[in-house]
């Protein structure tokens, strides 16, 4: 798998998958080594993908292994252990004239959790939902109609829309806090990178943070951020 390994994404519009994340944390988050070890090679591949849109990778799971901050055996080994999970796919090339495998590979990062994944909501018979085996959803938030309400005396605690896009925005920012922190190496900022991301592309941040330290040339990559950052304030406040 070393040579000539070309890794793309099935879903190009996202930089990392919030519902894998939040998988592979339900079910290794308990040995916080081992799962700090996965999460890193996962975001590894997710930014080796964007790094390597249209050139293959030689030395693979070393190059990942640097990304992720670990040995390439780690590497290789989380890499087997994503590959395990479904989460990746992972295919030798063949020769089409010989029908003989080459030394390139294809490494292709899934959008969707497992097979065995329960599902978000709740099945109308009351078993949790997989997806070999589905119910009616019922719907959590469903509204109780008016002559319902006054009959019953119950006042609804459904929360109202924009609260639910609220509370989802939230946690959306304070997870793209949490990896530009990590990404720099300064957690004790956690709170400036969270106001950060509430008025700017989390998305956006997160990729120059990666960038600052991918060049390699700052004693301290969080002033280098925060300099960006102001040069950003400065030309918005120019248009």
């Known amino acids: 798998m070393e040579n000539q390994v070309r890794i793309y994404k099935r879903n190009r519009q996202v930089y990392f998958n919030m519902a894998i994340l939040k998988y592979l944390r339900r079910k290794y988050g308990k040995d916080k080594k081992l799962f700090v070890a996965l999460r890193s090679v996962f975001m590894a ?13 030689t030395f693979f799971t070393k190059t990942v292994g640097t990304y992720a901050g670990v040995s390439r055996e780690v590497a290789g080994r989380y890499i087997n252990l994503l590959q395990t999970e479904k989460l990746i796919v992972k295919t030798r090339i063949k020769d ?3 029908g003989k495998f080459s030394m390139g590979t294809t490494i292709e990062l899934l959008d969707v959790v497992p097979d065995n994944e329960p599902l978000p909501g709740y099945a109308s018979n009351g078993i949790i939902q997989r997806r070999d085996n589905r119910a009616a959803l019922y719907n959590k938030y469903k509204n109780v109609n008016a002559s319902n309400k006054i009959k019953n005396n119950v006042i609804s605690k459904t929360p109202l829309k924009s609260e639910l896009e609220t509370t989802e925005q939230q946690a959306k920012t304070t997870h793209y806090a949490q990896l530009i922190a990590e990404k720099l190496g300064d957690q004790k900022s956690l709170t400036f990178y969270k106001i950060a991301c509430q008025k700017y592309d989390p998305e956006k ?23 960006w950052l102001k040069g950003q304030k400065r030309m918005e406040a120019t248009q």
């Open 96 to 98: 089409t004239k010989t």
């Open 205 to 227: 941040l997160l990729k120059k943070a990666h960038a600052i330290v991918a060049d390699g040339g700052a004693d301290n990559p969080g002033a280098v951020f925060v300099t």
């Open 45 to 57: 591949l997710n930014e080796v993908a964007e790094d390597f849109i249209d050139t293959p990778v």
